[in-house]
């Protein structure tokens, strides 16, 4: 697990996301994703960790970029609780990330509290401070927008 930690400490990223969702009666629903990512020429260790974490899908990007992706509530809380003691540069968005998953639990999001999403929205939009961004990319959501959009105001 050392190995992946390190991995992702260099080449992945944690990601909590509000995706639009039309079937959905808020429009939205929260995602949690780890994303490791190797050039296309070097790809086999992607596919030795997905053997290793038994979860995740691969694929490979237009840039010459692979990928691999891994989504949902309970894989990413039980991976990222087993990454987390080897981390060194990305220990802090992890530990929000999982402070997030605690919050809501084994809840469906509109069960948790209106003070428990406040706080949920107020780690995201910490998390969002913590991640590199790359000069085409730029919050897309204030901190105020993060809590109107999870239902206040």
Known sequence: MAYIAGFLDGDGSVMIQLKNRRKNPRGWRIMFTICFYQDSRHEKPLFW???????????????????LRINGYDTTRKILNSLEPYLRFKKQQVGILLKILTIIGDKNFVEVSKARRLRIADLIYRSRQLTYQSGWKKFSKSQSELRTILGFD
């Open 49 to 67: 960790m997905r053997k290793i974490l038994g979860i995740g899908y691969i694929s490979r990007r237009k840039d010459g970029i692979t990928e």
